[in-house]
């Protein structure tokens, strides 16, 4: 069984940035997807960003400027995610996921392709 821990949200000043980190236990199979997502109030769960975990193949949303970097530490199982020049619309709840045996390039928006869910961490950005 695949678990995903979320950490390192909190309240965050526009213009700042921070790095929240999802710590993964269980059988992961490397040829696997994992997933980025933030949802706001009111709003469906949007993907932000993904990493193939065989190949540190990075995945992210063209018009978010590279304002999002996920990475992957090997030796510690954990997937991290940086977000800079947070926005007051970044206000959300960050989740990652893992996609079993799936290969990033067609799937990585779609939250139904998931299997796995983290659960979750706020972050606020105060303007």
């Known amino acids: 069984q695949v678990q995903l821990a979320e950490s390192g949200g909190g309240s965050v000043q526009a213009g700042g940035s921070v790095r929240l980190s999802c710590a993964t236990s269980?059988?992961?199979?490397?040829?696997?997807?994992l997933g980025w997502f933030k949802q706001a109030p009111g709003k469906e769960r949007e993907a932000v960003a993904a990493?193939?975990?065989?190949?540190?193949?990075?995945y992210y949303l063209e018009y978010e400027e590279g304002r999002f970097t996920t990475s992957r530490d090997a030796a510690s199982n954990t997937v991290y995610l940086e977000v800079n020049s947070l926005k007051p619309e970044d206000t959300a709840i960050y989740y990652c996921?893992?996609?079993?045996?799936?290969?990033?390039?067609?799937?990585?928006?779609?939250?139904?392709?998931?299997?796995?869910w983290g659960q979750g961490t706020q972050v606020t950005v105060s303007s």
């Open positions: 269980g059988n992961v199979d490397h040829s696997s997807c």
């Open positions: 996921a893992l996609a079993v045996r799936r290969w990033c390039e067609h799937m990585w928006r779609l939250h139904t392709e998931y299997h796995f």
């Open positions: 990493i193939y975990i065989a190949t540190d193949s990075t």
